[in-house]
């Protein structure tokens, strides 16, 4: 069996506190972090177990997981295991790095995002410069923000040239942005107007529910992050009877995760094996 997981755990807290996010605002307890600790190490157990599968993973979580070394640690094993050909994460690039050199960089991957309240640009792209150093593939994003449109613009235009910068457009107001500013997004990332908008998606045929599936901490698994009825757990012996293709049920798909898998897109020819970490796989910027 071929299976993309889209992994979310308990953990739900950030080093950073961006306004518009929820999870800056949280402080997890020790025993919140340890119910994160043993679910993700149940998970790491349950892919090493199946070893005629091939299983790509990319971790989602509710805030910052790489300045935990669990998260490293995980990494580190999964990325060992013959049956797992891809690992990836979205995180804010802030931890420490060294720890890759344990792992099997050629199956790992960093979907790392900039945030301009947060950390000066030039630290940021120190940290980048380090995942070349090291070997590491990266994407670098960033939320497209009116306000830091400059800043934008200055980051591609300092990234090595190989490092692909996507936009998050911000959807939450309509008619957010002016043509002059949708057309200098998309002269930083050309796919930015794919995610400035929400795909009708209702009865549309997507990979989500069968061969990509997002599942949390207890090992429930759903279509994807936005269809919240459950088709199954993981740790059910039969789980994989579940995994069939299934039309999708919601009106409107307006996040990356969940429209690059939608058929009609033929986003999977775009990003091609660097779906996980979001690299198209050729050079379009």
Known sequence: MKLSILYRGPLSSCNYGCDYCPF?????????????????????????????????????????????????????????????????????????????????????????????????????????????????RYSVGVVGMKEHTHEIEQLRATLPDHVYLWINAYKRQPDYYTQEELQRFTGVDPLFPINNQYHPSLDESCRGGHSVISVDGDGTMRRCHFIKQPIGNIYDPNFADQLYERPCSAKTCGCHIGYVHMDKLQLNTTFGQGILERIPAQKIW
Do not use: M
């Open 24 to 136: 800056a605002k949280h402080t997890e307890t020790r025993a919140e972090h340890e119910r994160d600790r043993q679910a993700l190490e149940r998970f790491v157990d349950w892919v090493a177990e199946r070893q005629t599968d091939q299983i790509g993973i990319l971790f989602t979580p509710w805030g910052e997981a790489l300045v935990r070394r669990r998260y490293h640690e995980a990494f580190i094993r999964l990325t060992n295991l013959p049956q797992v050909h891809k690992v990836a994460i979205q995180t804010n690039l802030s931890s420490r790095l060294d720890w890759v050199e344990r792992c099997d960089k050629s199956k790992t991957a960093l979907w790392a995002t900039y945030h301009p309240t947060q950390v000066n640009q030039e630290r940021f792209l120190a940290k980048c410069q380090e995942l070349d150093q090291r070997g590491v």
